[in-house]
């Protein structure tokens, strides 16, 4: 008993968090979770012709094709991001944004990179609840409508996005037979299975978002160190990678977890 005792306290903080946050979380989860696009859009710009003469090594592609690459990527991640903070043609911003994930995921080579190929997923997850919470908004707008429920499409969204989602904490997880590494893989998995099947669903968000938080700062610190060393590049990387998935989490707290989860299947009961 004490158990759900503790478990409603949570579940009352997380949804006091929510009533505070509730006019300003969309807008930080939105730009959280485009960080990453827009830096990598940025980091186009600045490290233009280091990306060019990479893909041009890698793929044998020539020098125009390599050009096309970069200026598709840094248009399509810096408009694709300047779209969605405007709320203008949201939709076909994310579906840029996934062609992007995609073209990275070959022309980096990402495919065979385990670790880095959830990551990606992880970020397709995001896109799907930003999409559908475009399609709350876009049905908003005929408030005066008589509405059967949710769409399908929306609830299978957000059941994807919770899915992809949680793909970003399966690459933190330590496989060593430490005390403090068993404890985080125990409370890790439970909170991302709680994400994934839509159960205490913001209460284990917001926990993961605080963690998730923690972590990223304390291990990707890429301001400590210096701007010349490799080092930096690939810690700043990973720390917007990550602040993505942050913002997916924090869409997740905003939308509830949709109808097809175990917190919507209660209410039936």
Known sequence: MRQEDLMSAGEDVADQ??????????HVARLCLISTFLEDGIR????????????????????ILATCFVLLNLIGQIGGCVLVLSRNLVQYACFGLFGIIALQT?????????KFLMRNLALGGGLLLLLAESRSEGK????GVPSM???????????????LLVLMFMTLLHFDSSFFSILQNMVGTALIILVAVGF??????LTLVLWLLAINVYFNAFWTVPAYKPMHDFLKYDFFQTTSVIGGLLLVVALGPGGVSMDEKKKEW
Do not use: H, N
């Open 17 to 26: 968090f929510l009533r505070v946050t509730k006019q300003y979380l969309p």
């Open 200 to 205: 205490k669903t913001k209460l284990a968000a």
């Open 140 to 143: 908003s707008m005929f408030a």
């Open 149 to 163: 429920g949710e769409s399908s499409p929306k609830q299978y969204m957000q059941l994807g996005g919770r899915v």
């Open 106 to 114: 070959v022309a980096y080579s990402i495919l065979w990179d385990l």
């Open 44 to 63: 186009m710009w600045f490290q233009w012709s280091e990306q060019r003469d990479y893909i041009e090594a890698t793929w044998s592609c020539g020098y």
